[in-house]
Protein backbone atom coordinates (compact mmCIF):
# COMPACT_ATOMS: atom_id res chain seq x y z
CA UNK A 1 0.00 0.00 0.00
CA UNK A 2 1.54 3.03 -1.13
CA UNK A 3 0.94 7.19 -0.07
CA UNK A 4 0.94 10.01 -2.05
CA UNK A 5 -0.55 13.01 -3.35
CA UNK A 6 -2.44 13.63 -6.78
CA UNK A 7 -1.58 16.83 -8.81
CA UNK A 8 -5.10 18.23 -8.60
CA UNK A 9 -4.48 19.61 -5.04
CA UNK A 10 -1.84 22.18 -7.00
CA UNK A 11 -4.38 23.37 -9.48
CA UNK A 12 -4.20 26.59 -9.97
CA UNK A 13 -0.85 26.89 -8.19
CA UNK A 14 0.82 24.75 -10.79
CA UNK A 15 0.49 23.19 -14.34
CA UNK A 16 1.21 19.51 -13.93
CA UNK A 17 5.06 19.71 -14.99
CA UNK A 18 5.70 22.03 -12.51
CA UNK A 19 3.84 19.98 -9.73
CA UNK A 20 6.13 17.14 -10.57
CA UNK A 21 8.97 19.01 -9.42
CA UNK A 22 7.34 19.99 -6.79
CA UNK A 23 5.79 16.61 -5.37
CA UNK A 24 9.60 15.51 -5.59
CA UNK A 25 10.94 17.93 -3.54
CA UNK A 26 8.07 17.43 -0.76
CA UNK A 27 8.89 13.37 -0.96
CA UNK A 28 5.52 12.51 -2.71
CA UNK A 29 7.07 9.50 -3.78
CA UNK A 30 3.73 9.03 -5.34
CA UNK A 31 0.89 10.54 -7.18
CA UNK A 32 -2.03 11.20 -9.78
CA UNK A 33 -1.40 13.26 -12.64
CA UNK A 34 -4.66 14.75 -13.43
CA UNK A 35 -4.71 16.02 -17.21
CA UNK A 36 -6.64 19.08 -17.28
CA UNK A 37 -6.71 20.56 -21.28
CA UNK A 38 -6.88 19.29 -24.73
CA UNK A 39 -2.89 20.18 -24.92
CA UNK A 40 -1.90 17.80 -22.18
CA UNK A 41 -3.59 14.64 -23.78
CA UNK A 42 -0.81 14.15 -26.13
CA UNK A 43 2.30 12.45 -26.64
CA UNK A 44 4.54 14.97 -26.62
CA UNK A 45 2.95 16.31 -23.10
CA UNK A 46 3.20 13.09 -22.00
CA UNK A 47 6.87 12.72 -23.30
CA UNK A 48 7.63 15.99 -20.99
CA UNK A 49 5.95 14.66 -17.56
CA UNK A 50 8.24 11.52 -18.26
CA UNK A 51 11.07 13.83 -18.72
CA UNK A 52 10.46 15.92 -14.92
CA UNK A 53 9.14 12.46 -12.85
CA UNK A 54 12.53 12.12 -11.18
CA UNK A 55 11.65 9.59 -8.57
CA UNK A 56 7.77 9.82 -8.22
CA UNK A 57 6.45 6.67 -9.43
CA UNK A 58 2.28 7.48 -11.26
CA UNK A 59 0.31 5.34 -10.02
CA UNK A 60 -3.21 6.36 -11.90
CA UNK A 61 -3.95 9.58 -14.55
CA UNK A 62 -7.06 11.26 -14.64
CA UNK A 63 -9.11 13.66 -17.25
CA UNK A 64 -10.99 16.44 -16.72
CA UNK A 65 -14.28 15.08 -17.09
CA UNK A 66 -16.19 17.21 -19.43
CA UNK A 67 -13.95 17.27 -22.08
CA UNK A 68 -14.62 14.00 -24.05
CA UNK A 69 -15.72 11.05 -21.06
CA UNK A 70 -19.42 11.89 -21.48
CA UNK A 71 -18.93 11.10 -25.31
CA UNK A 72 -17.82 7.83 -24.67
CA UNK A 73 -21.09 6.79 -23.70
CA UNK A 74 -22.68 8.74 -26.58
CA UNK A 75 -24.97 7.70 -29.12
CA UNK A 76 -23.55 9.63 -31.83
CA UNK A 77 -21.36 7.44 -33.36
CA UNK A 78 -18.70 9.67 -34.57
CA UNK A 79 -18.50 11.51 -31.22
CA UNK A 80 -17.79 8.12 -29.85
CA UNK A 81 -15.08 7.76 -31.88
CA UNK A 82 -13.72 11.19 -31.63
CA UNK A 83 -14.08 10.11 -27.35
CA UNK A 84 -12.04 7.00 -28.01
CA UNK A 85 -9.14 8.40 -29.90
CA UNK A 86 -8.62 11.40 -27.22
CA UNK A 87 -9.18 8.30 -24.48
CA UNK A 88 -6.25 6.77 -26.23
CA UNK A 89 -4.26 9.64 -26.10
CA UNK A 90 -4.34 9.78 -22.29
CA UNK A 91 -4.03 5.98 -22.29
CA UNK A 92 -1.08 6.28 -24.33
CA UNK A 93 0.92 8.95 -21.66
CA UNK A 94 -0.81 6.14 -18.60
CA UNK A 95 2.02 3.65 -20.01
CA UNK A 96 4.49 5.91 -21.20
CA UNK A 97 4.55 6.98 -17.74
CA UNK A 98 3.95 2.95 -16.29
CA UNK A 99 0.84 4.37 -14.47
CA UNK A 100 -1.83 1.21 -14.05
CA UNK A 101 -4.73 3.23 -13.31
CA UNK A 102 -7.34 5.56 -15.00
CA UNK A 103 -9.46 7.30 -12.93
CA UNK A 104 -13.13 7.36 -14.53
CA UNK A 105 -16.01 9.84 -13.73
CA UNK A 106 -18.53 8.96 -16.86
CA UNK A 107 -21.29 11.53 -17.69
CA UNK A 108 -21.78 14.62 -15.68
CA UNK A 109 -25.66 14.33 -14.19
CA UNK A 110 -26.21 18.06 -15.11
CA UNK A 111 -29.75 17.22 -17.80
CA UNK A 112 -33.04 16.18 -15.91
CA UNK A 113 -34.28 14.83 -18.51
CA UNK A 114 -31.44 11.84 -19.21
CA UNK A 115 -32.28 8.12 -17.26
CA UNK A 116 -28.48 8.13 -15.78
CA UNK A 117 -29.60 5.33 -14.26
CA UNK A 118 -30.01 2.80 -17.55
CA UNK A 119 -27.77 -0.31 -16.49
CA UNK A 120 -28.48 -2.41 -19.27
CA UNK A 121 -27.34 0.82 -21.83
CA UNK A 122 -24.62 2.09 -19.34
CA UNK A 123 -22.81 -0.98 -18.23
CA UNK A 124 -21.63 -2.55 -21.80
CA UNK A 125 -20.25 0.83 -22.39
CA UNK A 126 -18.19 1.03 -19.45
CA UNK A 127 -17.19 -2.57 -20.02
CA UNK A 128 -15.92 -1.75 -23.35
CA UNK A 129 -14.40 1.36 -21.66
CA UNK A 130 -12.74 -0.94 -19.04
CA UNK A 131 -11.58 -3.66 -21.69
CA UNK A 132 -9.90 -0.70 -24.35
CA UNK A 133 -7.83 0.74 -21.21
CA UNK A 134 -6.59 -2.86 -20.79
CA UNK A 135 -5.16 -2.63 -24.42
CA UNK A 136 -2.75 -0.12 -22.79
CA UNK A 137 -1.94 -2.01 -19.74
CA UNK A 138 -4.12 0.27 -17.37
CA UNK A 139 -7.49 -0.44 -14.93
CA UNK A 140 -9.81 2.06 -16.18
CA UNK A 141 -11.07 2.69 -12.31
CA UNK A 142 -14.94 4.35 -11.42
CA UNK A 143 -14.65 6.75 -8.95
CA UNK A 144 -17.79 7.73 -6.54
CA UNK A 145 -18.24 11.38 -7.56
CA UNK A 146 -21.48 13.27 -6.30
CA UNK A 147 -22.03 15.02 -9.58
CA UNK A 148 -21.54 11.93 -11.92
CA UNK A 149 -22.39 8.20 -12.76
CA UNK A 150 -21.58 6.91 -9.67
CA UNK A 151 -22.89 9.78 -6.97
CA UNK A 152 -25.33 7.16 -4.81
CA UNK A 153 -24.47 3.40 -3.51
CA UNK A 154 -26.09 0.55 -5.36
CA UNK A 155 -24.82 1.73 -8.66
CA UNK A 156 -21.84 -0.19 -9.05
CA UNK A 157 -23.13 -2.93 -7.68
CA UNK A 158 -25.72 -2.86 -11.20
CA UNK A 159 -22.40 -1.87 -13.61
CA UNK A 160 -21.13 -5.17 -11.83
CA UNK A 161 -23.53 -7.26 -14.09
CA UNK A 162 -21.80 -6.10 -17.06
CA UNK A 163 -18.24 -5.92 -16.15
CA UNK A 164 -17.48 -7.76 -13.24
CA UNK A 165 -14.22 -7.30 -13.41
CA UNK A 166 -14.56 -3.33 -13.05
CA UNK A 167 -12.28 -1.67 -10.21
CA UNK A 168 -12.78 1.26 -8.05
CA UNK A 169 -11.31 4.76 -6.65
CA UNK A 170 -12.95 5.80 -3.30
CA UNK A 171 -12.92 9.51 -2.70
CA UNK A 172 -13.59 10.57 0.61
CA UNK A 173 -14.72 13.88 0.13
CA UNK A 174 -16.95 13.09 -2.57
CA UNK A 175 -19.37 10.67 -0.43
CA UNK A 176 -19.23 13.47 1.98
CA UNK A 177 -20.75 15.78 -0.34
CA UNK A 178 -23.05 13.15 -1.93
CA UNK A 179 -24.30 12.76 2.08
CA UNK A 180 -23.59 8.78 2.17
CA UNK A 181 -20.20 9.25 3.78
CA UNK A 182 -17.64 6.89 2.52
CA UNK A 183 -18.61 3.35 4.53
CA UNK A 184 -21.78 2.75 2.29
CA UNK A 185 -19.18 2.76 -0.75
CA UNK A 186 -16.31 1.26 0.89
CA UNK A 187 -18.46 -1.46 1.34
CA UNK A 188 -19.90 -2.17 -2.15
CA UNK A 189 -16.41 -1.66 -3.47
CA UNK A 190 -15.03 -3.81 -1.17
CA UNK A 191 -11.22 -5.26 -2.93
CA UNK A 192 -11.85 -3.47 -6.27
CA UNK A 193 -10.42 -0.29 -4.78
CA UNK A 194 -7.61 0.28 -6.74
CA UNK A 195 -7.08 4.37 -5.63
CA UNK A 196 -8.17 6.64 -2.60
CA UNK A 197 -8.81 10.34 -2.53
CA UNK A 198 -8.01 11.17 0.67
CA UNK A 199 -9.26 14.45 2.60
CA UNK A 200 -9.62 15.97 5.81
CA UNK A 201 -12.78 18.36 7.10
CA UNK A 202 -12.73 20.76 9.44
CA UNK A 203 -15.52 21.32 12.39
CA UNK A 204 -16.79 24.18 10.66
CA UNK A 205 -17.29 21.99 7.44
CA UNK A 206 -14.41 22.78 5.38
CA UNK A 207 -12.48 20.46 3.43
CA UNK A 208 -8.63 20.69 4.74
CA UNK A 209 -5.43 18.49 4.41
CA UNK A 210 -5.27 14.82 6.16
CA UNK A 211 -4.48 15.14 9.42
CA UNK A 212 -5.86 18.90 10.02
CA UNK A 213 -9.24 17.98 10.75
CA UNK A 214 -11.94 15.63 12.76
CA UNK A 215 -11.77 13.39 9.79
CA UNK A 216 -10.96 9.55 11.38
CA UNK A 217 -8.38 8.47 9.03
CA UNK A 218 -7.29 5.51 11.10
CA UNK A 219 -10.79 3.86 11.14
CA UNK A 220 -10.40 4.36 7.40
CA UNK A 221 -6.88 2.80 7.17
CA UNK A 222 -8.32 -0.14 9.19
CA UNK A 223 -11.95 -0.28 6.92
CA UNK A 224 -8.98 -0.64 3.51
CA UNK A 225 -6.98 -3.51 5.64
CA UNK A 226 -10.31 -5.22 5.80
CA UNK A 227 -11.03 -5.59 2.62
CA UNK A 228 -7.40 -6.37 1.70
CA UNK A 229 -6.87 -2.94 0.24
CA UNK A 230 -3.47 -2.40 -1.58
CA UNK A 231 -3.29 0.23 -3.90
CA UNK A 232 -2.48 4.27 -2.94
CA UNK A 233 -3.88 6.66 -1.00
CA UNK A 234 -3.69 9.77 -2.84
CA UNK A 235 -4.13 13.35 -1.19
CA UNK A 236 -6.85 15.06 -3.36
CA UNK A 237 -7.70 18.67 -1.89
CA UNK A 238 -8.66 21.69 -3.33
CA UNK A 239 -6.29 24.46 -4.09
CA UNK A 240 -7.85 26.79 -1.84
CA UNK A 241 -7.94 23.89 1.24
CA UNK A 242 -4.59 24.26 2.73
CA UNK A 243 -2.16 27.96 2.61
CA UNK A 244 1.77 26.52 2.23
CA UNK A 245 2.75 23.72 -0.25
CA UNK A 246 5.14 22.22 2.53
CA UNK A 247 1.96 21.78 5.05
CA UNK A 248 1.26 18.37 2.43
CA UNK A 249 4.98 17.46 3.16
CA UNK A 250 3.02 17.14 6.92
CA UNK A 251 -0.17 15.19 5.83
CA UNK A 252 2.42 12.70 3.84
CA UNK A 253 4.11 12.15 7.60
CA UNK A 254 0.71 12.07 9.33
CA UNK A 255 -0.42 9.47 6.86
CA UNK A 256 2.64 6.65 6.69
CA UNK A 257 2.75 7.10 9.99
CA UNK A 258 -1.22 5.67 10.40
CA UNK A 259 -0.04 3.42 7.68
CA UNK A 260 3.03 1.72 9.85
CA UNK A 261 0.84 1.59 12.68
CA UNK A 262 -2.33 -0.29 10.75
CA UNK A 263 -0.62 -1.61 7.52
Not at 189 to 197: A, E, K, P, S
Not at 216 to 236: T, Y
Amino acid sequence: MEIGVSTASLFKRQYNENALITLNEIDARVCEIFLGTYREYTENFGKLLLSRLGNLKVHSIHTLNTHFEPQLFALNPRAVEDAYEIYGNCLNTAKMLSAKNYTLHGIARFKKNILYNNYASIGPKIEKARLFAKEYGVDMTLENVEWAYYNHVGFLTEILKYAPELKTCLDIKQARIAGEGYIPYLNEMGNRINTVHISDITETGKICLPGKGTFNSEELFKRLKDVGFDGAILIEVYYEDFNEIEEIKESLYYLRNLKEKIF
